[in-house]
T-cell receptor, first 112, second 113 residues
């Protein structure tokens, strides 16, 4: 029962361009959304989050957009850098208020 | 290092042995979570603990798996009689009281041979 879906397993972007990573969810009770970045053999690193009462949150090169009616969120990285190459996980907090539901991740490759 | 500390980073066990994974939360954090990542999968919630209390273990397999977070010392995820299917990366995370964001450790990679 995958409640958070990242339908693109991989994405390749040129350095300097915009990277857009997408995430869809099915549970309308989700109220808090997070993006994590993960390098191989390391733990996920928190990037940015957004509450369901907002539709946009920005932090430096990273912006997260939330469309509640479409149950869709996206992470924009601009400009993309080679060091951004990693797996990006979308996560949503459910009814319990603590357990995070994760997508399967999107592997981003930023080429010079 | 004030981050979430996990050990061991890598653990190899033979089928039938026990695996113990330890996690020390970030300083000031009183909530601990364990997640498991199987190959090619996302992270799956296993258990949520506060000091001396298991709050939610709905993601834990019914048998062989247990977790604790004692008053003193790290949280421990224990897997008894390991099988090949237990091979995975186990991530611990922590958050402060009332915190919305959880912060992950580097993970413990269990390989069952």
């Amino acid at each position: 029962d995958q409640q958070v879906k990242q339908n693109s397993p991989s994405l390749s972007v040129q350095e300097g361009r915009i990277s857009i990573l997408n995430c869809d969810y099915t549970n309308s009770m989700f109220d808090y959304f997070l993006w994590y970045k993960k390098y191989p053999a390391e733990g996920p690193t928190f990037l940015i989050s957004i509450s369901s009462i907002k539709d946009k949150n920005e932090d430096g090169r990273f912006t997260v957009f939330l469309n509640k009616s479409a149950k869709h969120l996206s992470l924009h990285i601009v400009p993309s850098q080679p060091g951004d190459s990693a797996v990006y996980f979308c996560a949503a907090r459910g009814d319990s208020g603590y357990a995070l539901n994760f997508g399967k991740g999107t592997s981003l490759l930023v080429t010079p | 290092n004030a981050g979430v500390m996990q050990n061991p980073r890598h653990l190899v066990r033979r089928r039938g042995q026990e695996a113990r994974l330890r996690c020390s939360p970030m300083k000031g954090h009183s909530h601990v979570y364990w997640y498991r990542q199987l190959p090619e999968e996302g992270l799956k919630f296993m258990v949520y603990l506060q000091k001396e209390n298991i709050i939610d273990e709905s993601g834990m397999p019914k048998e062989r798996f247990s977790a604790e977070f004692p008053k003193e010392g790290p949280s421990i995820l224990r897997i008894q009689q390991v099988v090949r299917g237990d091979s995975a990366a186990y991530f611990c995370a922590s958050s402060p009281q009332g915190g919305n964001t959880i912060y992950f450790g580097e993970g413990s990679w269990l390989t069952v041979v």
